[in-house]
Nanobody, 115 residues
Framework: QVQLVESGGGLVQPGGSLRLSCVIS????????MGWYRQAPGKERELVAT???????NYVDSVRGRFIISRDNAENTLYLQMNNLKPDDTAVYYC?????????WGQGTQVTVSS
């Protein structure tokens, strides 16, 4: 079992920045990859960014160059640094961990980009 707890969401103006955090506990050694997903009202959940062993990262085109996914293994924490935020980035953001067989999810944190 893996437990994930997100924090760091909030209301920010267009062009602003936020950093999301996801604290990981449980069977950490079983995790193959981690990522951030988001779901806007009326839309399907979409992958935003992933990080694999060796810190290999991947981003959806709409956030590449603006968002940075990283992890602190000593603190068992996954981060998503979000810069130059746009209204289209408004969504509930979810932390995800995959152990090769199962997906684990956090409870989500709301990000609202509005003036």
């Amino acid at each position: 079992q893996v437990q994930l707890v997100e924090s760091g969401g909030g209301l920010v103006q267009p062009g602003g920045s936020l950093r999301l955090s996801c604290v990981i506990s449980g069977s950490i050694g079983s995790i193959k990859s981690m990522g951030w997903y988001r779901q806007a009202p009326g839309k399907e959940r979409e992958l935003v960014a992933t990080i694999f062993s060796g810190d290999i990262t991947n981003y959806v085109d709409s956030v590449r160059g603006r968002f940075i996914i990283s992890r602190d293994n000593a603190e068992n924490t996954l981060y998503l640094q979000m810069n130059n935020l746009k209204p289209d980035d408004t969504a509930v953001y979810y932390c995800n961990a995959w152990n090769g067989a199962l997906n684990y999810w956090g409870q989500g944190t709301q990000v609202t980009v509005s003036s």
